[in-house]
């Protein structure tokens, strides 16, 4: 792996590896403004739900300090405005919601304070979301890690590794402690078009970390699975409705069925911070339309009709009956979800 970070706050300044660029240039990025972070998150520039929830929470942050000769009033409006406007970028993963809201309570009501200590309790907050985003992939790891034996062979699908959150990733992360601790594992990814995030980057950090990983195209899945090379599914996720229901990356329900199909258990691995129990089910989920020249386009050559009707949804939900079990740091959470994610979150 590049030895640069997904994200880096340091000296009151925003850096990104810029991940449009991956395999090929490695290149940290400054966001220098709210509107440069607001750019790189809808570009993909930082891309992966936990990852663009501690992006958005140091944009905020971004020249914030020169505010703080406003009144605390003041400062906490424009805190507001700003968290709303970043909020805007990309709707599927709650995680942007989540670590906004957060950032935004840690002040709210705060106008007893003077806006230099509204700024630094968001400061805290900010690195409180990236160190603990970084605990709960290493407990993903340790519960997920406990599914592979020597020789499993295991699908995945987009980036839920190193690149989309600040730790061991999510779905790969129980790929990465089962590697550490000596397990032969087999990785199959998807290249996951349109954006190619399992070829430029899945395959690119396993393959860095020395695990056995074969990259195939998204419509070789089901061969694959029918020659009995795939024993299990894990997946990441961009937000779980109360029923279960999780919508992760284009293509993810098409993995599910397959593995129904197959007898294959398929696993989603994430944080609580992804459960969204506000939302009944899958089809309360907002689903991302993205630009048609990512799909008339393939990594910037055309390949299609110009003017041609084009369809770009980023997600698609899978329904909760498919899904096996869900890897998280609370330990793996398994049907009924109804009852169980009530359970695991403590909630009545
Ligand atoms: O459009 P992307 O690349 O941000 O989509 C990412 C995914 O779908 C990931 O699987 C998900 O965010 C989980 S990342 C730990």
């Known amino acids: 792996m590049p030895n640069i970070p997904t994200i880096r706050w340091s000296d009151d300044e925003l850096y990104i590896l810029d991940q449009t660029l991956l395999p090929v240039t490695v290149k940290e990025i400054k966001l220098s403004s709210i509107e440069d972070s607001y750019n790189a998150i809808k570009e993909l520039k930082v891309r992966g739900a936990p990852a663009i929830g501690v992006a958005a929470a140091y944009s905020l942050l971004i020249d914030l300090k020169k505010e703080t000769k406003l009144s605390s009033n003041d400062f906490i409006s424009l805190v507001e405005k700003r968290a709303k406007y970043l909020n805007s970028s990309r709707p599927t993963a709650v995680n942007l919601s989540y670590a906004l809201n957060r950032m935004f309570n840690a002040i709210n009501?705060?106008?007893?304070?003077?806006?230099?200590?509204?700024?630094?309790?968001?400061?805290?907050?900010?690195?409180?979301?990236?160190?603990?985003?970084?605990?709960?992939?290493?407990?993903?790891?340790?519960?997920?890690?406990?599914?592979l034996k020597d020789n499993t062979g295991i699908l995945t699908h987009c980036n839920a590794g190193r690149l989309a959150v600040s730790g061991i990733g999510t779905a790969l992360a129980p790929m990465y402690t089962a590697?550490?601790?000596g397990v032969k594992i087999r990785v199959y990814a998807d290249e996951t078009r349109p954006l190619l995030q399992g070829a430029r980057l899945t395959s690119f950090e396993?393959?860095?970390?020395?695990?056995?990983?074969?990259?195939?195209?998204?419509?070789?899945?089901?061969?694959?699975?029918?020659?009995?090379?795939?024993?299990?599914?894990?997946?990441?996720?961009d937000r779980v409705a109360e029923n279960g229901d999780a919508a992760n990356k284009i293509g993810t329900m098409g993995v599910a069925?397959?593995?129904?199909?197959?007898?294959?258990?398929f696993y989603i691995a994430c944080p609580s911070t992804t459960f969204d129990l506000n939302t009944k089910t899958g089809s309360d989920i907002i689903i991302e339309e993205r630009d048609a020249k990512e799909v008339i386009n393939f990594y910037g050559?055309?390949?299609a009709p110009s003017n041609i009707k084009v369809r770009n949804p980023a997600f698609d939900v899978t329904p909760s009956e498919l899904i096996t079990g869900f890897i998280t740091e609370k330990g793996i959470i398994k049907p009924p979800y109804k009852e169980s994610l009530k359970k695991a979150f403590d909630l009545k």
């Open 179 to 181: 590697h550490k601790n």
């Open 301 to 303: 050559v055309q390949t």
């Open 109 to 147: 009501n705060k106008k007893d304070k003077t806006s230099l200590e509204l700024y630094n309790m968001l400061e805290n907050e900010a690195k409180k979301i990236h160190s603990e985003d970084i605990d709960i992939c290493q407990k993903i790891g340790e519960y997920g890690a406990e599914l």
């Open 257 to 265: 069925i397959l593995a129904k199909h197959f007898n294959i258990p």
């Open 206 to 237: 396993l393959q860095d970390a020395g695990i056995d990983v074969t990259l195939i195209c998204d419509n070789m899945a089901a061969f694959i699975m029918s020659k009995g090379l795939i024993d299990l599914v894990i997946v990441g996720c």
